[in-house]
């Protein structure tokens, strides 16, 4: 018999995701043998090790594909793409679990769900988005896109005692799934149309023709389908709000975060890589599918009472800013929807850490009536809310305003001058309810002021009932005083730096993206 | 109609005969067959046993555990089987890539061990 032909593995090139798959494994079987449940911050300093031992794997591959001499190729049979974008989206995937992780750790203690399992999948569903990133195969894509979905649907109803997480990972699963299948379908027409899922390929392929077949274009429209589920772009969005506000608030934060950016790396390589030459094709359903997040998700945003939703509704219109990138279907178009989601990696994990924070105990507080006088009682937490929020309505000196600049000015250097309009629109209609937040958290009174609890039953009443009123009110207070735990801290100062940081010496965070480049065929 | 398209012709004839072979018998059955209608054939039909309670009546969750288990160890069967049947032919590699398949399929047995779940009681 002869031997089979194995193709060449290059290890060293898929080194990010082997470490962040080989330390999810070696966690779980120490955590399946811990005789303790509670083991402490063990498992999230092992987690943050093995994301950064992967992140310092990912500086040579950086340095092998950009700058001079650089050398993006494609790896193991074609199947993944080693180029600076997807060193690129492994960075962000890897911050986002280092973030996590911080976050998650206090959580877990406080809601008493510890355990090894939340580390172990987080780091596999991060495995996938990285392999979302860079795969050159739309097989490769799909699996990726399983394994970052399948982690995240358990992860998402890992509040066992809260039924809004169960109905929230129901929901995430079965249009998840449904998802997916729209994808594969697109996949398979793709390939009866191209004879390839190769993505280098289909762009050779295309590139050669003149031709489009219906086909082709059902497999592209299902392939944006399939994947606009992924990022919530407007109208597959219905699923969002629902599964952020049911999340943990942490795992939420992920979800916006990973999930996102993996699914546009995704996107973004197979309509500019792979479809390159049919852009006169996809790109009026890209800007459809841009205007109605934009328009949707900030109009819907202004309605919201609960913030997680809220913040929800918001990453709905941030899809809508990233898919502005991908319209205007220029180098500088992508690399500015590439900035836009490392600044909203950021922003957004950021943010949903106050939440977690603000959530307190049962994970159940996200009123915005919860946040009234927060900045009274923690004006450190309130003024890094402030700094989240503004930045995500794109405020100067943040980097959510570079990252809406980058996108609109591709969008206006690319000719499409009325998405830029409905963009800056939308922008201030979002600006509002980030101010209702931040009005809320800064001039309302305290809701805290709750009828001081019964210790007044008569004992001592008769001397002093109001210094002990006043005692007991204070006594309230301080219990109700929002936490915040050394890891939450930690992690609100990275995405801190990260967020003002990008906005006052944004060079060299835009070099990196710039430099992140897609390799075309 | 372009000639990549008349390959999708296949498809089409084949749902086509596909319908019309189970059309035509149901409809030739239906044609032939005496009809007695009783209450009794309109019921679910569950094992030849009259069904016990309504259809969203809750069921112990370790079924439902243990099928996952089967699942996992069904569908390692699948991808065992055709690697045993051409194993010289992928040598060494297949060995390796095969052992870690199993390894991070034991680790999830092992993973159910110590969450207890494998026991009954």
Redesign the interface.
């Known amino acids: 018999m002869p031997p089979l032909i194995t193709p060449d593995v290059e290890w060293g090139l898929l080194a990010p995701e082997l470490i962040l798959v080989g330390g999810a494994l070696v966690l779980l079987v120490v955590g399946t043998f811990a005789r303790r449940r509670d083991v402490g911050s063990f498992y999230a300093v092992f987690t943050i090790l093995v994301a950064g031992v992967s992140l310092v794997s990912t500086v040579g591959l950086w340095q092998d594909v950009t700058g001079a001499g650089s050398n993006p190729r494609l790896a193991v049979a074609d199947a993944v793409s080693i180029d600076g974008f997807s060193v690129f989206v492994t960075i962000v995937i890897l911050a986002a679990v280092v973030i996590g992780a911080l976050l998650a750790d206090d959580y877990l203690r406080r809601e008493r769900l510890q355990g090894v399992a939340y580390y172990v999948l987080m780091m596999l569903s991060a495995s996938g988005g990285i392999f979302m990133g860079k795969a050159n195969d739309l097989i490769v894509v799909f699996l990726g896109l399983e394994i970052l979905s399948i982690a995240l649907y358990v992860l998402a109803g890992y509040h066992r005692r809260r039924s809004q997480s169960q109905e929230a990972a129901i929901k995430y699963f079965v249009l998840g799934s449904f998802s997916s299948a729209f994808f594969l379908y697109g996949i398979a027409l793709t390939y009866g149309a191209t004879g390839s899922t190769n993505i280098t390929e289909i762009g050779r392929f295309l590139q050669g023709t003149t031709l489009t077949t219906g086909v082709l274009l059902g497999g592209v429209a299902l392939l944006l389908v399939g994947l606009g589920f992924k990022v919530a772009a407007v109208p597959f969005h219905m699923w969002t709000p629902d599964v952020y506000q049911g999340s943990p608030t942490p795992v939420a934060g992920f979800m916006a975060a990973a999930a996102k950016t993996a699914g546009f790396a995704a996107l973004l390589r197979i309509f500019y890589a792979g479809f390159g030459t049919l852009r006169l094709d996809w790109q009026p359903m890209v800007w459809a599918l841009a205007v109605l997040s934009l328009v949707v998700g900030s109009v819907l945003a202004v309605v919201q009472t609960d913030v997680k939703r809220m913040l929800a509704y918001s990453s709905i219109s941030h899809a809508g800013y990233v898919l502005i990138g991908l319209q205007a279907a220029t180098d500088k178009g992508i690399a500015g929807s590439l900035f836009y989601l490392l600044a909203y990696t950021f922003m957004v994990l950021g943010s949903f850490a106050v939440v977690t924070l603000v959530g307190r105990e049962g994970d159940g507080r996200h009123a915005l009536d919860d946040y009234r006088g927060l900045a009274r009682n923690r004006p450190g937490l309130a003024f890094a809310f402030t700094v989240f929020l503004l930045a995500q309505a794109g405020v100067p000196f943040t980097a959510g305003f570079l990252a809406k600049f980058g996108v609109i000015a591709a969008a206006v250097e690319a000719g499409s001058y009325a998405i830029a309009v409905i963009a800056m629109v939308a922008a201030v209609v979002a600006a509002f309810f980030y101010l209702r937040v931040i009005v809320v958290m800064y001039m309302a009174g305290d809701a805290e002021v709750e009828p001081a609890p019964a210790v007044l039953d008569g004992a001592g009443a008769a001397d002093g009932a109001g210094g002990l009123a006043t005692a007991t009110a204070t006594d309230v207070a301080t219990r109700n005083r929002v936490a915040i735990p050394l890891g939450a801290g930690v992690a609100l100062a990275l995405c801190l730096a990260v967020t003002i940081g990008a906005g006052l010496l944004p060079e060299p965070l835009l070099d990196f993206a710039r430099h992140a480049t897609l390799l075309k065929p | 109609m ?1 000639a ?2 008349l390959q ?1 012709l296949t498809v089409a004839v084949f749902s086509v005969a596909a319908i019309a072979m189970v059309g035509g018998m149901l409809g030739l059955g239906s044609l032939v067959r005496p009809t007695r209608p009783q209450s009794q054939k309109y019921i679910n039909y569950e094992c030849g046993v009259d069904p016990v309670g309504t259809g969203w009546s809750q069921s112990q969750i370790r079924y439902y555990i243990f099928a996952l288990l089967f699942v996992m160890f069904d569908v390692e069967a699948v991808f065992i089987f055709p690697w045993a049947v ?1 194993l ?4 060494l ?2 060995l390796v890539e095969m052992t870690i398949f199993i390894v ?1 399929l034991a ?1 999830g047995l ?2 159910a061990w ?2 207890k779940v494998l026991r009954w009681a």
């Not at chain 2, 010289?88 to 040598?91: S, V």
């Open positions: 372009s990549f398209l999708y051409r010289e032919a992928y040598g590699f297949g991070i680790l092992l993973y110590r969450k």
